[in-house]
Nanobody, 123 residues
Framework: VQLQASGGGLVQAGGSLTLSCAAS????????MGWFRQAPGTDREFVARISWNGGFAYYEDSVKGRFTISRDSVKNMMYLQMNTLTPDDTAVYYC?????????????????WGQGTLVTVSS
């Protein structure tokens, strides 16, 4: 499975941005996909996850109500709509895919990774 994230950029605080992740390869092995982010000097942290078939979404607390994860399993695409962005959301955002069914919030539980896309939120 190959993943490619896109859509990052510079946005002002309070603004919105939508990230995309294009998936290819044997998606039959994928149970869920997720977004992580990593700010300079910090560990990679979980943002959101969505089950590939049922579309069940799970969010990290700080993004609940502001971010929406979605997927199009026909087009093999995943999205992250980010609203009301703050400078604390500045990070490189990564998409990832998981083969196991359990709800996973750590990077070690994901099997495939895309390259990151940088989101910078100015104050």
């Amino acid at each position: 499975v190959q993943l490619q994230a896109s859509g990052g950029g510079l946005v002002q605080a309070g603004g919105s941005l939508t990230l995309s992740c294009a998936a290819s390869g044997d998606m039959f092995t994928v149970h869920a996909m997720g977004w992580f982010r990593q700010a300079p000097g910090t560990d990679r942290e979980f943002v959101a996850r969505i089950s590939w078939n049922g579309g069940f979404a799970y969010y990290e607390d700080s993004v609940k109500g502001r971010f929406t994860i979605s997927r199009d399993s026909v087009k093999n695409m995943m999205y992250l709509q980010m609203n009301t962005l703050t400078p604390d959301d500045t990070a490189v955002y990564y998409c990832a895919a998981q083969r196991q069914p359990e709800i996973a919030t750590t990077p070690q539980q994901y099997d495939y990774w895309g390259q990151g896309t940088l989101v910078t939120v100015s104050s």
